[in-house]
């Protein structure tokens, strides 16, 4: 049965796939670049998790890796199982019209739990950057799934733009179930914010840099219950995570326009998803890297901050817009 799921996953990156998949990226030029909402756990593995605000419908893959020991064969906890989570990931959000001003979103998850293709990256980034290579004994096989669904207010604070955001959401399945809090603001500019406290204000200097450069921070609050995957004796009860990121792009196309390349670096901070045998949270740090391309995403996400190479490590994912691909495919 593992020879099989390896033989499948091995399909996904056999040259003509990886041509297919560069030629559409280099198609969809003209687009703009697409986001989406992680599916779950990714957020407590380092994903970026800052809410979407506007129609989008995408789909694609998302891998979490979850290790048992780190290099120096130190157990992470409780949990006597290295996981690989494979999801065939798909996420829909739009605006809401009975309630102005808010978005909902829907993500959902599923596919193989199986050391492929998780163990392979991991250990070439490892071999690539001279690391040991995290070592590995039991394995979770079968499938897993997760769901969820997000409601989010948007506002002009700051800005004349929806820089603002509060809302909540849950996620459940075979891993653990979630219910969680969220507020922040996403891609802020510093001119914007620097008119709002000086009114009258002109910047020149930051009217420059915050065309290109634009920010987001958030503070996410989540109580936790267990699932088949991570029972409740040895996850916590509740969850403190905050990001912050710093997004590359040319924002001067447009008042609500999205850039058509956007590169994110994203900083995460959780108190801990985990926890040991007394109940302590263990604390995560996390970076997350996205390239947000006409047309799609590509992020990658590890516990390089924490150095740690144990429990939630690393995972990345690659999505594709939908809402771009249908008129190519239906003659439009």
Known sequence: MNVSRGRTMVLYFRPPVLRSIVVLVLLFCPFTAAQAENVAPGAHWGAIDFPDRDRTVIA?????????FDRSRHRFNA?????????????WTDRIKAL????GNLTFGAGPTS???????QSFF???TDQAVVPVDQTRGGGDFMVGGSL??????????????????VAGGSLYQEVYGRIGVRHLSLAELAAWMLPGSEPELLNSVSRYVRFSAMGRYSRLFGGSAYPSDVITNQSYLGQASVSFADFGVGKDAVPRWQLEVVLTYDSGLFARTNTH??????GSVALHFPYGTFEVWDDWVGSTDSGPTFGYRFMLN???LYPLFAGE
């Open 322 to 324: 939908l809402l771009q």
């Open 60 to 68: 694609g893959f998302t891998v979490n890796r979850f290790t048992e």
């Open 126 to 128: 490892h071999h690539a």
């Open 100 to 103: 102005p001003g808010w978005s």
């Open 281 to 286: 949270m263990i604390l995560r740090r996390f």
């Open 152 to 169: 989010t207010r948007w506002s002009k604070l700051f800005s004349s733009r929806d820089t603002g955001f509060a809302g909540m959401g």
């Open 115 to 121: 050391e492929s293709p998780s163990h392979n990256i």
């Open 79 to 91: 949990i006597d199982q290295t996981a690989g989570f494979n999801f065939a990931t798909f996420s």
